[in-house]
């Protein structure tokens, strides 16, 4: 684990819609996968409407806290009244929320047909002599300090360049240990005359709170800017990583202009055992996507109305949550203008060269990760109306069985050992009557 989180996050603007469902999903909710199936899987939330954003980045750091440092190229200078700390458990709401999910519906008695039950809705002088020094030393660089401040736990700097190597060599005096190759992926941001949101652990308003991890931190800013630049962040890494970004917005659905944006697989009947292990269903799934789809697209997880859900896997944030997640623009706890993109990416430097660009679309149509298991009824069948129900149903598991092992690339003969195939009843027809008849 490297002892400095660079994380780059910028500018993006997210579309959403509203929308009375026609899509109708019927059934019970009964699991979600949600983030915590990815080891460090980064969360942003990006709430915006018109050219005003508010950016809220979640720290899934594992370290001293002494060490974290968090650099985020911005496009307009940030004021301390701009930066603020925010609720975990916002980001942990939304998670839930737009989270894929799996639903299961029953199938009734077929001698007594009653179709499927509708679904349950269920984060001093010598003092200035030094700060004297330091600013020369910073001039020397081309680094100017715009401002400093303190927010929470957080010592924050605004910074500006002229020249990459400058603000490298800046950086690693004052303590962060920027890794080999930044200072060429710096230099796009310092052209484009963009500032530098430098943050670190204020140890000492650390220990006075009582949280017990850091805090995500939200910056509130105007730009026509809408792109998410993630380059530099590539840098620490030479794995894959996965983001998932959630896009709040007042008009429809946002998608990449630069890379393709593809829905995950959806609505699909997987075998009844996959409720045990849903999670590792959804990650096999979503990396064997990944791979068919060349390994650079973004996946939409959900595209929703937060007015409501079907099924949910939690409840829609209320009025207080919604502003908790940066959402400033509803006016009323009556507003009902707010529509939610969840577009989960797994990048990494060789399939993702460029830094994502979005772009608004009126799209307003309604999606969701969503799986299902239909459980048959193993009840006695005593009518001629159903002795043909045993039957459909062993060719339906069997094509649930072949549809999983084309999901994840498991091996269909371990699939259908673990298959609980309804049994065929035996014929109690007397032998005369189908004589007769």
């Excluded at 500018?11 to 990815?38: P, R, W």
Aim: aromatic share 12%; hydrophobic share 35%.
């Amino acid at each position: 684990m490297k002892k400095y989180l660079i994380i780059i996050a910028c500018f993006l603007t997210f579309l959403f819609c509203f929308q009375a469902s026609a899509l109708a999903f019927c059934g019970f909710y009964v699991a979600k996968a949600d983030s915590k199936l990815y080891n460090q899987a980064s969360q942003v939330i990006l709430a915006r409407n018109g050219e005003k954003t508010v950016l809220t980045m979640a720290n899934d750091y594992q370290g001293n806290v002494k060490d974290f440092a968090l650099i985020v190229p911005v496009p307009v200078p940030i004021k301390e009244d701009q930066v603020n700390v925010g609720n975990p458990k916002i980001l942990e709401r939304l998670d839930a929320f737009s989270a894929p999910r799996l639903v299961e519906y029953f199938d009734s008695d077929p001698c007594q047909p009653i179709g499927y039950m509708d679904a349950i809705p269920s984060a001093a002088r010598s003092n200035e002599m030094t700060q004297g020094r330091r600013q020369e030393k910073n001039q020397s660089f081309g680094v100017t300090v715009e401002s400093k401040f303190t927010v929470g736990e957080y010592d924050i700097l605004i910074l500006s360049a002229k020249e990459s190597n400058g603000l490298e060599k800046w950086l690693i005096r004052e303590g962060y240990n920027i890794p080999k190759g930044a200072s060429e992926l710096l230099q796009p941001y310092i052209k484009q005359q963009m500032k530098f949101f430098v943050a670190k652990v204020n140890l000492t308003e650390l220990a006075k709170s009582d949280f017990q991890s850091l805090r995500p931190l939200m910056i509130a800013y105007e730009s026509p800017k809408f792109m998410l630049p993630i380059r530099l962040g590539m840098v620490n890494s030479q794995k894959e990583q996965d983001l998932i970004v959630y896009l709040l917005s007042s008009k429809g659905e946002t998608e990449l202009t630069n890379y393709r944006t593809v829905k995950v697989p959806s609505d699909v009947d997987i075998p009844e055992f996959v409720q045990q292990e849903f999670s590792g269903f959804y990650k096999s799934m979503f990396s064997r996507s990944h791979e068919k789809e060349g390994r650079k697209v973004a996946f939409l997880e959900y595209a929703w109305n937060m007015a409501n859900c079907d099924p949910c896997s939690a409840e829609p944030l209320n009025p207080d949550e919604l502003r908790q997640a940066g959402v400033f623009w509803q006016n009323s706890p009556y507003d009902n203008n707010l529509f939610i993109t969840r577009l989960h990416i797994r990048y990494d430097k060789a399939h993702f060269p460029e830094d994502l660009k979005f772009q608004n679309t009126a799209n307003q149509q309604l999606f969701q990760g969503r799986y299902v298991i239909r459980r048959p009824f193993r009840g006695n069948i005593s009518c001629d109306a159903g002795k043909n129900y045993p039957q459909q149903v062993r060719q339906r598991q069997q094509k649930e069985a072949q549809t999983l092992a084309n999901l994840t690339n498991w091996k269909l003969i371990d699939i259908e050992k673990r298959i609980n195939f309804l049994e065929t009843q035996t014929e109690n027809t007397p032998w005369w009557r189908k004589l007769w008849q």
